[in-house]
């Protein structure tokens, strides 16, 4: 169907950059949305910023200003920007893809997550 895989994660110090990465592949028809969730130890997974096909873009209020995210629709990868990182950003980043893979219905994607630290 459709695999996700994410590359860019590691440890910084706060003020720091990092780019996240995400390539989709497979049997895809068409991807509507890409995104990239994260979720710390003992939290619920939240939504980060998030990128339609048409090049609208969705951030959480958290990172506005300081997150960037784009997308090549040609390589069907997105990437994610991370500027003046905080200690509050650690945590395993999750790519989303909401894609059609061909004969199958719309479904949710994932990948398997890279760690974000940022030390203080």
């Known amino acids: 169907q459709v695999q996700l895989v994410e590359s860019g994660g590691g440890l910084v110090q706060a003020g720091g950059s990092l780019t996240l990465s995400c390539a989709a592949s497979g049997s895809i028809f068409s991807i509507n949305v890409m995104g990239w969730y994260r979720q710390a130890p003992g939290k619920q997974r939240e939504l980060v910023a998030a990128?339609?096909?048409?090049?609208?873009?969705n951030y959480a209020d958290s990172v506005k200003g300081r997150f960037t995210i784009s997308g090549d629709n040609a390589k069907n990868t997105v990437y994610l920007q991370m500027n003046s990182l905080k200690p509050e950003d650690s945590a395993v980043y999750y790519c989303?893809?909401?894609?059609?893979?061909?004969?199958?219905?719309?479904?949710?994607?994932w990948g398997q997550g890279t760690q974000v630290t940022v030390s203080s």
């Open positions: 990128i339609t096909s048409g090049g609208s873009t």
């Open positions: 989303n893809a909401e894609a059609v893979a061909t004969g199958w219905a719309p479904y949710d994607y």
